[in-house]
T-cell receptor
């Protein structure tokens, strides 16, 4: 089945810094999505982005399906951005990456 | 408000005592699924349902049962819970079984003693 890699596995930032998270897939990207799991465990859908670029406030995402990767950009990071970021693609069913754990320090 | 609702949110039980975690969505979604999340293992799919009366095994179905008698509900049943089923469980739904934006419930933290 499809394999999903995320990098970096861990990231520590100072508040106000920018960051880029990457998601690589072993096979065709389908229905690519990004999720944020906050420190309380809630999983929130950030972007549904099968291809192209989308922006939502300080966050934006780009998927290049032909090259099997997606990027999540976080600008001017805030402490509330802390948590784990997952990407997922849909094959026979949804497959999740292992996540990037982000810590934003005040 | 569009949402996926799970109950209970927290549960401590003992080995062998049957329990059900309920999941309900109000978005008329066809696709529903259950995941468990464990440290170091990420999100793993237990069961999924493409529509009413259509269910299938995910990656870790052993020890679990599901049913989909109504479109909005997808309960997860642990017939005889064991300590290795201690985990954080998530229900999720999506408009279509062919993909689409996935919405998660708030999670149910289960401890089996």
């Amino acid at each position: 089945g499809i394999q999903v890699e995320q990098s970096p596995p861990d990231l520590i930032l100072q508040e106000g810094a920018n960051s880029t998270l990457r998601c690589n897939f072993s096979d065709s990207v389908n229905n690519l999505q990004w999720f944020h799991q906050n420190p309380w465990g809630q999983l929130i859908n950030l972007f549904y982005i099968p291809s192209g670029t989308k922006q939502n406030g300080r966050l934006s995402a780009t998927t290049v399906a032909t090259e099997r990767y997606s990027l999540l950009y976080i600008s001017s990071s805030q402490t509330t951005d802390s948590g784990v970021y997952f990407c997922a693609s849909y094959g026979q069913n949804f497959v999740f990456g292992p996540g990037t754990r982000l810590s934003v320090l005040p | 408000e569009a949402q996926v609702t799970q109950n209970p949110r927290y549960l401590i039980t003992v080995t062998g005592k049957k329990l059900t975690v309920t999941c309900s969505q109000n978005m008329n979604h066809e696709y529903m699924s259950w995941y468990r999340q464990d440290p170091g293992l990420g999100l793993r799919q237990i069961y999924y349902s493409m529509n009413v009366e259509v269910t299938d095994k995910g990656d870790v179905p052993e020890g679990y049962k599901v049913s989909r008698k109504e479109k909005r509900n997808f309960p997860l049943i642990l017939e005889s819970p064991s300590p290795n089923q201690t985990s954080l469980y998530f229900c999720a739904s999506s408009l279509s079984g062919l993909g689409g934006e996935l919405f998660f419930g708030e999670g149910s933290r289960l401890t089996v003693l």
